[in-house]
C-alpha cells in the first residue's frame, strides 16, 4: 500500500492550510449541499478553517494613507491619475471582453484602482454577501469559461493583475489575486489552462506524473498528487485514515467520498483474487480494488502514537465507518473494537490507553 500520506506534500505547510481553507470555503461546489443519505456519517473535519492569509485593515489604511501623502505633494499627479468614468473597467468587463481591450485600459488605470477590482472579486469569493456574492460569481465564472478566445496565446498579452483576476475566477480560489502569492505570468497562464494545478502548494504540471488515465486526461485541472478522484478538492491532511490512495495507480480519494459513493464494499481478497471476501475500496481512476484492513493497520502503527485525542477518535471513527458492512470476522472485530474504543474513550478514557489497546489488536492480526 501507498505510505499513507505521511510526508508533507511540498510547499510550506502553514500556508498550505491557509490556502486549503480557502478552497474550501470559495470553491462553489464546497459550498453545494450533498445530495447523500450519508451526510451524518461525514466526518466533521471537512469544514476546517484556519487563518485569514488576507492582510490586515491597518496595512491597508496604511497604504492608502501613504498613497494620499503622495498625491497630496503632487496635485498635478494626481489629477492625471484621476480615473475618467469612459476608462473605468468591472469585474465583469474583464470577464466578457477581449484580453488586449482590457489590458490596455488596465495599463492607464492607477494601481489602487486595480486593488480595488482585486478587492470586489475577494470580497465575492469569500461569500459574505450570501447568495448575491454566490449569483455573481457563477455569472462571472460563466462568462469566463464560456470563452474560446482565452488561451495560452492571447493570455501572454495580459495585465497582471487582469490575469489573477481571470484566474481566480475561473478557479474560485482567492489566493491567486493575494498580493505576497507571486506566481509568474507563465505559471497564471498554465493554471488557468489547466496545465498546471491550481493548489499554490502542489503546482504540478499536468497530467501530473505524466499520467495517461482517462481521468488525468479528460478532467480539465485534476491533479492526481493532490485531489481527490471523487470530488475533485484538494487539502494537506496527511498522517490519517482520511485520504485513501489505490495501490495501483497511486490515485488519491478521500475516504469520505469512497464511503458515500459505494467505493467501498466487501468483495473478494485481493490477494488471492478468489475465497474469503474482505473490505475493498474500488478506485475510479482506475476500476482496480485495493484491500483496506492492512492499510488501515500501517496508517495506526505509523501514526497512531503521534495523534492526539481528537485525532484517535476521528482516526477510529474513520475506521468504523469503513468496516461497518464487513462480513469477514476480522473486519468484524475491527468494526466492534472501534466502536468499543469510541465508546470507551467518550466515557473519559485515556487516549493513551485507547491508542495501546488499538495497536495491541492489529500486533495481533495479520
Ligand atoms: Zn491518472
Ligand atoms: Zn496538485
Ligand atoms: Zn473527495
Ligand atoms: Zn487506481
Not at 86 to 107: C, G, N, P, Q
Not at 315 to 321: P, Q
Request: net charge neutral; proline share 4%; with cysteine.
Amino acid at each position: 500500500m501507498l505510505p499513507p500520506r505521511q510526508q508533507p506534500r511540498p510547499g510550506s505547510l502553514q500556508t498550505s492550510l491557509s490556502l486549503v481553507s480557502s478552497e474550501h470555503r470559495l470553491s462553489p461546489d464546497a459550498q453545494e449541499p450533498r445530495s447523500n443519505s450519508d451526510n451524518v456519517h461525514e466526518s466533521p473535519t471537512e469544514s476546517a478553517s484556519s487563518q485569514e492569509t488576507w492582510p490586515t485593515a491597518d496595512a491597508v489604511t496604511a497604504k492608502k494613507m501613504e498613497n494620499g501623502k503622495i498625491e497630496n505633494d503632487c496635485p498635478e499627479q494626481s489629477v492625471i491619475r484621476r480615473v475618467s468614468s469612459a476608462d473605468k473597467i468591472t469585474l465583469r468587463d474583464i470577464a466578457r471582453e477581449r484580453v488586449d481591450v482590457i489590458s490596455e485600459k488596465m495599463h492607464r488605470l492607477p494601481d489602487e484602482f486595480l486593488d480595488e477590482l482585486k478587492n470586489q472579486l475577494k470580497a465575492i469569493l469569500e461569500g459574505n454577501g450570501g447568495s448575491q456574492n454566490r449569483e455573481e460569481f457563477l455569472i462571472l465564472q460563466k462568462l469566463v469559461q464560456s470563452r474560446s478566445d482565452l488561451t495560452a496565446k492571447t493570455l501572454i498579452r495580459a495585465h497582471r493583475a487582469q490575469l489573477e483576476i481571470l484566474v481566480a475566477i475561473n478557479t474560485g480560489i482567492q489566493a491567486f489575486l493575494h498580493p505576497n502569492i507571486s506566481l509568474s505570468q507563465t505559471s497564471l497562464i498554465e493554471v488557468f489552462v489547466y496545465k498546471r494545478c491550481r493548489n499554490i502548494a502542489c503546482q504540478n504540471q499536468l497530467p501530473a506524473d505524466d499520467c495517461t488515465c482517462e481521468l488525468c486526461a479528460n478532467r480539465n485541472g485534476f491533479c492526481n498528487l493532490c485531489m481527490c478522484v471523487i470530488c475533485n478538492k484538494f487539502d494537506f491532511e496527511v498522517n490519517t485514515c482520511r485520504w485513501i490512495g489505490c495501490d495501483l495507480c497511486s490515485h488519491w480519494t478521500h475516504t469520505d467520498c469512497a464511503i458515500r459513493d459505494g467505493q467501498i464494499c466487501m468483495g473478494p481478497s485481493v490477494k488471492s483474487g478468489s475465497g474469503p471476501t474482505e473490505m475493498l475500496f474500488r478506485c475510479r481512476a482506475c476500476n482496480r480494488t485495493s484491500e483496506l484492513f492492512g492499510w488501515v493497520k500501517d496508517v495506526f502503527q505509523h501514526c497512531a502514537p503521534a495523534w492526539d485525542r481528537e485525532a484517535l477518535m476521528r482516526e477510529l471513527d474513520f475506521v468504523s465507518r469503513i468496516f461497518r458492512g464487513s462480513d469477514d470476522p476480522r473486519g468484524k472485530k475491527l468494526f466492534w473494537k472501534c466502536e468499543d474504543l469510541l465508546e470507551k474513550m467518550r466515557g473519559g478514557q485515556a487516549e493513551s490507553t485507547a491508542c495501546r489497546s488499538i495497536l495491541i489488536f492489529f500486533q495481533g492480526t495479520m
